[in-house]
């Protein structure tokens, strides 16, 4: 993957070229988090393309783990930076307490449609009271699901 450029407050912003380096937030959950990846016998498998956004964060996809107890209800799949991955202060903004691991949730995957054409997933990161939906698709669909009065 050539790198992210990322879009705060109407601007587009620098071009990230290691997308494992943007702070962890919607941008990178977004990454990590809307695809329809799955492992088989431990290999990530599924569109290529998904891989290669996915293999760019860095992160961990974790499935049907015993610990998905933490999150209070079924999660199919985690996602997390990788345990190789230092994690930093970036991460320590984001939850109350010192030992909480960063990681998300994805709980419901609505898988692409080529009718629709976009996919989504609703997620909750560890320790957090919201959800977060996150949608990907053909540019001229996402247009029609934005309103200009909500970019700033």
């Not at 990178?28 to 569109?47: F, P």
Request: glycine share 6%.
């Amino acid at each position: 993957m050539w790198g992210i450029i990322p879009y705060e407050d109407g601007l587009f912003g620098d071009p990230e070229l290691e997308p494992s380096e943007l702070d962890n937030g919607p941008l990178m959950e977004c990454l990590a988090t809307c695809h329809s990846l799955t492992l088989i016998e431990g290999v990530l498998c599924g569109d290529p393309l998904d891989l290669k956004m996915f293999q760019s964060t860095k992160w961990e996809l974790i499935e049907e783990a015993a610990d998905h107890c933490k999150f209070e209800m079924a999660v199919p799949a985690i996602v997390r930076p990788s345990s190789k991955t230092s994690l930093t202060e970036k991460t320590s903004e984001k939850f109350n307490g010192d030992d909480i691991p960063y990681e998300v949730g994805i709980l419901r995957q609505f898988p692409f449609s080529s009718s629709l054409q976009r996919m989504s997933v609703i997620t909750r990161a560890l320790n957090q009271n919201h959800f977060n939906i996150y949608t990907k698709g053909a540019p001229e669909t996402i247009e029609l699901l934005c309103r200009c009065d909500t970019s700033k």
